[in-house]
């Protein structure tokens, strides 16, 4: 079952960083009343915590998630000054970020950190394509937004959707089906209105993983190599998210390919964003594996 969100009116203090910091803008400043729900995007809650982790005030709370046991406080100083298991403990998905461009030798230093990520066999054969450029990424964002445009037409329509089914396979299809196509049929209007990017998040930074569609191994790299990145970005004091939506576009328009300079040959696996976090969070999430045996 999908959680439910309530807010306590009478110690929430209406600042909005909940409906900043949530994936799915769930949470809105429109109404009169200070912050309110969308019954739109409440089926869309991932359960994720981070409203609750963002909250000054605990008002707050997700079905399932509870202050005491679910969360901890943080530890003090910035990730820079942190041991490692401290410091991974502290990380978020960032998805907001201050309007501030990511310094040149920052992004070379998360460059270099994905490079000490294994890989299955050697030579490393992850390919980056590091956007320093922001003025690229706003550029890409509309025709980001025409594929997802077409393929949420193309599964209302019986004809291309047994075409998608036939060319991407069952698995690819059902979360296209399940999950992709209802989220977006949601977040189109407002990405078409300009006025929200839950595609790219306003992101100063970006970084695509891609590599030859022959090599070896080139996923399962590519997926380590994404999490050095971004856990090397928040040890810098940056934030940043891999985020899984915005391959796709790129794989599939050859504008996209171009502007990105991904070669012909190239499969886009992975993308992060990142730039200086706008907000701080209050408290850190605890998650549960959901089985460990020890044998
Ligand atoms: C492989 C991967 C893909 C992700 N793709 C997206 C994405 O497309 N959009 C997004 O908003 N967040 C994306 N995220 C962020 C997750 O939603 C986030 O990590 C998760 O909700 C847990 O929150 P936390 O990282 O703050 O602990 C992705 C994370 C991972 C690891």
Same mark, same amino acid.
């Given at each position: ?112 950190? #994905?490079?000490?990520? !294994?890989?299955?066999?050697? $030579?490393?054969?992850?390919? /980056?394509?590091?956007?320093? +450029? &922001?003025? *690229? ?107 899984? #939506?915005?391959?796709? !576009?790129?794989?599939?328009? $050859?504008?996209?390919?171009? /502007?990105?300079?991904?070669? +012909? &040959?190239? *499969? ?28």
């Amino acid at each position: 079952m999908k959680p439910r969100i309530r807010i306590n009116k009478d110690v929430c203090h209406s600042c909005g960083l909940c409906a900043e910091i949530c994936p799915n803008r769930i949470m809105t400043m429109d109404g009169a009343d200070g912050i309110s729900l969308r019954p739109d995007r409440l089926p869309f809650c991932i359960a994720c915590g981070q409203c609750m982790a963002v909250c000054t005030s605990q008002a707050i709370v997700v079905d399932g998630l509870a202050y005491e046991r679910d969360f901890f406080a943080l530890p003090k100083g910035s990730s820079e000054e942190m041991p490692f298991l401290e410091m991974i403990k502290a990380r978020r998905a960032i998805r907001v970020f201050k309007n501030r461009p990511v310094p040149r030798e920052l992004l070379e230093k998360v460059v270099e950190a #994905i490079t000490f990520a !294994p890989p299955g066999f050697t $030579p490393l054969k992850t390919e /980056l394509t590091v956007v320093q +450029d &922001t003025a *690229v990424i706003r550029q890409a964002l509309p025709e980001m937004i025409k594929v997802y445009d077409s393929l949420v037409k193309a599964m209302d329509n019986p004809i291309a959707r047994f075409v998608v089914r036939r060319k991407v396979g069952a698995a690819t299809f059902n979360t296209l089906k399940r999950h992709i196509v209802p989220l977006m049929k949601n977040r189109l209007p407002e990405l078409k209105q300009g006025t929200e990017d839950t595609l790219t998040r306003y992101a100063p930074a970006m970084i695509i993983f891609h590599a030859h569609r022959d090599a070896e191994n080139y996923e399962e790299d590519i997926h380590i190599a994404l999490t050095y990145g971004f856990l090397a970005a928040h040890a810098l004091g940056l934030g940043g998210s891999a985020m899984s #939506i915005i391959p796709p !576009p790129i794989q599939r328009s $050859p504008r996209l390919r171009k /502007l990105f300079l991904i070669p +012909d &040959t190239n *499969v886009v696996v992975g993308s992060m964003i990142l730039g200086y976090p706008k907000y701080r969070y209050q408290r850190g999430i605890k998650r549960n594996l959901r089985n460990v045996t020890w044998i």
